[in-house]
């Protein structure tokens, strides 16, 4: 931890006012995109990979809610959710949507724009799987975004469901949940610097299927 200054000014900010280049950015959104997320880790960020997922009805009336990036590779970024939930009819009516990375702690932001898929029934089945089983039985406790008469009601079926799934046997995946994966056409880099003007760089997918860097106007 570093030291207050001698005249007791706060201590320095490592993070603050960081130079973000287009000369040292990774050659591929991806790669830059795990450059900085390795780096919010090694800063303790708490949870960095949870990420604000932005969608929008039929009738362009958007929702936000914070959500866990479960893998990430060139096709994009994937996660999980009650297929049953507002983010999955949102996404079933307007199958586009926003992310945000906001590692403020850091001065950075990642922001990401796309299209959005559904995941195959074996990914979703292998990423069930892997779940703390407390988790596994939430998912058929819980009918997420539905209206429910009070905090009892929950508790009654999750002891519904470990009465039906106890622990020494496997949890098969419920029907109404599944994976996402956001498949980007923007991903833009965020970094704070002093007197708000903050570097942006910004890969966007062209008509080619090839990436152009842009720098935008903080």
């Known amino acids: 931890m570093t030291r207050a200054d001698g005249d007791g000014a706060p201590p320095a900010d490592p993070f603050a006012d ?29 949870e ?8 929008a009805d039929g009738s362009a009336r958007p929702s936000a809610r914070t959500v ?15 297929l049953g939930s ?12 926003a992310l945000v ?9 990642v922001t990401v724009t796309g299209a959005v898929l559904a995941v195959d029934d074996a990914r979703s089945d292998d990423y069930f799987q892997s779940r ?15 209206v429910i008469d009070s905090r009892a009601t929950l508790e ?4 519904e469901a470990e009465l039906r799934f106890p622990r ?10 599944g994976g996402f994966l956001l498949a980007p056409d923007t991903v833009e880099f965020w970094q704070g610097r002093r007197d708000r003007l903050h570097d942006r760089l910004r890969y966007t997918r062209s008509d080619h299927d090839r990436w152009l860097l842009d720098r935008l106007a903080p």
């Not at 287009?22 to 303790?44: D, I, K």
């Not at 893998?71 to 959710?81: K, N, S």
């Not at 020494?168 to 949940?177: D, G, K, L, S, T």
């Open 18 to 46: 960081r130079l973000l280049d287009e000369r040292e950015l990774a050659p591929t959104w991806l790669a830059q995109f795990e450059r900085w997320l390795g780096e919010s880790r090694q800063a303790g960020i708490c």
């Open 48 to 55: 960095p990979e949870a990420m604000v997922l932005a969608t």
């Open 68 to 82: 866990l990036l479960k893998a990430c590779d060139e096709r994009g970024f994937q996660f999980f959710t009650n």
């Open 86 to 97: 507002r983010k999955a009819r949102e996404l079933a009516q307007n199958p586009r949507a």
């Open 101 to 109: 990375f906001p590692w403020h702690a850091i001065h950075r932001q």
């Open 132 to 146: 703390a089983y407390g988790s596994q039985i939430g998912a058929y406790a819980s009918r997420q975004s539905s």
């Open 156 to 159: 009654a079926a999750r002891a």
């Open 168 to 177: 020494e046997r496997a949890v098969p995946r419920p029907p109404w949940w």
